[in-house]
């Protein structure tokens, strides 16, 4: 094990590499900072997961919806769902980056749960639309009130976990997400034997289960959820334990919250880290939340798939979504040894592969639905790709804070207008000019990876020369005033001798 500092119970330096670190990353940590790493992940990661599988429950139930007689009922036979989905990516985008920024300002374990609560009455609402007017309305609003919840548990992450901890729990999270988009295929496929109970049609009694299984979500998340090291209050959390917390964050040169300033603001936008990270999160957007694989189901005429097969053969995408997820977590915190870059720029590579493929079309159709279920890596990448974003940020708690928002917001910008113009509905299953975009970002990937490697890497080596100027500053102030402690006692000496 690690030298460890006594008081708190905080391992300083990287532990002897056994191989329990590759199953847990706590087992190798001294008694009290496992333990506080459990409580945190009792706390933080399950009832994080357990919000955001009831988010992304709400978010893609549409899809489900809309392949189960939505569709038919709502008379949406032209670009209907585009425009639904517009409706939700628009409300995502107006409310993801105030809500990043008010996070570092109001107690996340009142402000968080809170949103769960409204974006849940708002589901359930959707069950009694009439027509497609009063659906753009409410998934607007639902995307609006959700907007906050990922960014905002990545930030959390990142103000909670150390380096060597943070993938495991961003990928986790991500995969609760992909858990979610499994268990609304099966939840659908199971309500299409209650369409017509209670005079409702099956699609409805998924909005109205949804908000049965996230209500009591919502209400743990108030008594659970904890706040950030330097503000939580959390009976389950000690003194000491929040101290050691905060220790924690220090050793890994996580800012605390500073007041946000013009030159912060400034000095955030002026730099590379907001830019990069954004594009690079665009670029590995694939499909920009288009049912691909759903549609070409629904418009196969052979052989002609049934409502329950529509439903149920997409959960293979979500499982590799998760499965990759949890892969590349433990990958890059285990046998990499904390390295992010080589994990996304292999995820870029399969990218390329997969939308290359599937743009040509005239393919072997095993090896078509082998690429319509490798498509879902790219969302494996999310929390890596998060992960990445915390540690470069790590200088400025308010610049992570912006920078998480910002990469999820511009994603949404980009996912607002472009399955507009190449992801069409009229245009699936082949959606030609959407594969052949996504190829195109998927390459851009390539080239901006290393790039932003290259430039982490600088401001490392700027940011050791600092820290070994300020200590050699320090030394030789303590040296200083050693000689003149040394010569005052001097002067007493010989004064007492005369």
Same mark, same amino acid.
């Given at each position: 094990?690690?030298?460890?500092?006594?008081?708190?119970?905080?391992?300083?330096?990287?532990?002897?590499?056994?191989?329990?670190?590759?199953?847990?990353?706590?087992?190798?940590?001294?008694?009290?900072?496992?333990?506080?790493?459990?409580?945190?992940?009792?706390?933080?990661?399950?009832?994080?997961?357990?919000?955001?599988?009831?988010?992304?429950?709400?978010?893609?139930?549409?899809?489900?919806?809309?392949?189960?007689?939505?569709?038919?009922?709502?008379?949406?036979?032209?670009?209907?769902?585009?425009?639904?989905?517009?409706?939700?990516?628009?409300?995502?985008?107006?409310?993801?980056?105030?809500?990043?920024?008010?996070?570092?300002?109001?107690?996340?374990?009142?402000?968080?749960?809170?949103?769960?609560?409204?974006?849940?009455?708002?589901?359930?609402?959707?069950?009694?639309?009439?027509?497609?007017?009063?659906?753009?309305?409410?998934?607007?609003?639902?995307?609006?009130?959700?907007?906050?919840?990922?960014?905002?548990?990545?930030?959390?992450?990142?103000?909670?976990?150390?380096?060597?901890?943070?993938?495991?729990?961003?990928?986790?999270?991500?995969?609760?997400?992909?858990?979610?988009?499994?268990?609304?295929?099966?939840?659908?496929?199971?309500?299409?034997?209650?369409?017509?109970?209670?005079?409702?049609?099956?699609?409805?009694?998924?909005?109205?289960?949804?908000?049965?299984?996230?209500?009591?979500?919502?209400?743990?998340?108030?008594?659970?959820?904890?706040?950030?090291?330097?503000?939580?209050?959390?009976?389950?959390?000690?003194?000491?334990?929040?101290?050691?917390?905060?220790?924690?964050?220090?050793?890994?040169?996580?800012?605390?919250?500073?007041?946000?300033?013009?030159?912060?603001?400034?000095?955030?936008?002026?730099?590379?880290?907001?830019?990069?990270?954004?594009?690079?999160?665009?670029?590995?957007?694939?499909?920009?939340?288009?049912?691909?694989?759903?549609?070409?189901?629904?418009?196969?005429?052979?052989?002609?798939?049934?409502?329950?097969?529509?439903?149920?053969?997409?959960?293979?995408?979500?499982?590799?979504?998760?499965?990759?997820?949890?892969?590349?977590?433990?990958?890059?915190?285990?046998?990499?040894?904390?390295?992010?870059?080589?994990?996304?720029?292999?995820?870029?590579?399969?990218?390329?592969?997969?939308?290359?493929?599937?743009?040509?079309?005239?393919?072997?159709?095993?090896?078509?639905?082998?690429?319509?279920?490798?498509?879902?890596?790219?969302?494996?990448?999310?929390?890596?790709?998060?992960?990445?974003?915390?540690?470069?940020?790590?200088?400025?708690?308010?610049?992570?804070?912006?920078?998480?928002? *910002?990469?999820?917001?511009?994603?949404? !910008?980009?996912?607002?207008?472009? #399955? @507009? &113009?190449? =992801?069409? %509905?009229?245009?699936?299953?082949?959606?030609?000019?959407?594969?052949? *975009?996504?190829?195109?970002?998927?390459? !851009?990937?390539?080239?901006?990876? #290393? @790039? &932003?490697? =290259?430039? %982490?890497?600088?401001?490392?080596?700027?940011?050791?020369?600092?820290?070994?100027?300020?200590?050699?500053?320090?030394?030789?102030?303590?040296?200083?005033?050693?000689?003149?402690?040394?010569?005052?006692?001097?002067?007493?000496?010989?004064?007492?001798?005369?």
């Amino acid at each position: 094990m690690g030298r460890v500092i006594e008081d708190t119970g905080v391992q300083v330096e990287p532990p002897k590499k056994t191989w329990k670190r590759h199953i847990w990353d706590s087992l190798d940590k001294s008694p009290k900072e496992r333990r506080f790493v459990l409580k945190l992940d009792l706390a933080l990661l399950t009832f994080g997961c357990l919000g955001f599988f009831s988010k992304f429950l709400n978010q893609t139930n549409l899809t489900n919806a809309f392949v189960s007689g939505m569709k038919e009922d709502l008379d949406m036979f032209g670009n209907e769902l585009n425009y639904a989905m517009t409706a939700f990516t628009a409300g995502y985008i107006i409310g993801e980056i105030p809500s990043n920024l008010l996070l570092t300002r109001i107690r996340p374990s009142i402000y968080i749960p809170a949103l769960q609560i409204i974006w849940t009455g708002l589901t359930m609402c959707t069950a009694s639309v009439k027509n497609t007017t009063q659906l753009y309305a409410l998934r607007f609003l639902i995307g609006l009130f959700e907007a906050g919840y990922y960014p905002g548990l990545q930030y959390m992450i990142g103000s909670w976990y150390r380096k060597d901890e943070m993938a495991k729990r961003a990928c986790i999270l991500n995969a609760s997400g992909s858990a979610a988009m499994m268990f609304s295929g099966f939840l659908m496929a199971a309500l299409t034997r209650m369409n017509g109970k209670g005079g409702l049609a099956g699609w409805k009694w998924l909005f109205i289960m949804d908000g049965v299984i996230s209500f009591p979500i919502a209400i743990g998340s108030f008594f659970f959820l904890p706040d950030l090291p330097e503000t939580t209050g959390r009976r389950y959390f000690t003194d000491e334990e929040i101290e050691l917390a905060k220790k924690r964050m220090e050793l890994e040169g996580r800012k605390l919250r500073e007041p946000y300033t013009v030159a912060k603001v400034k000095r955030i936008f002026s730099s590379w880290h907001i830019w990069l990270l954004t594009l690079y999160y665009i670029c590995i957007s694939g499909t920009s939340g288009t049912p691909i694989f759903p549609q070409y189901l629904k418009l196969s005429t052979s052989p002609k798939y049934t409502v329950q097969q529509i439903n149920l053969y997409p959960v293979g995408i979500f499982a590799i979504q998760a499965f990759s997820a949890l892969v590349f977590a433990w990958l890059s915190d285990t046998v990499l040894k904390g390295q992010r870059w080589s994990i996304i720029l292999f995820g870029a590579c399969l990218n390329v592969f997969v939308f290359a493929s599937l743009a040509a079309w005239d393919i072997n159709e095993k090896f078509k639905w082998a690429c319509y279920y490798l498509a879902g890596t790219h969302v494996g990448l999310s929390g890596i790709a998060m992960t990445w974003a915390n540690e470069i940020c790590t200088d400025d708690t308010e610049e992570r804070a912006l920078v998480l928002a *910002t990469m999820n917001t511009m994603v949404g !910008v980009v996912g607002t207008w472009l #399955p @507009l &113009i190449v =992801w069409q %509905q009229i245009e699936a299953p082949k959606y030609h000019k959407g594969f052949v *975009t996504a190829t195109s970002l998927g390459a !851009v990937c390539l080239f901006l990876v #290393p @790039l &932003i490697k =290259w430039l %982490q890497d600088k401001e490392a080596v700027k940011r050791r020369f600092r820290l070994e100027a300020r200590d050699d500053e320090s030394s030789s102030s303590v040296g200083d005033e050693i000689k003149e402690k040394g010569g005052d006692i001097k002067t007493e000496v010989n004064e007492v001798k005369n």
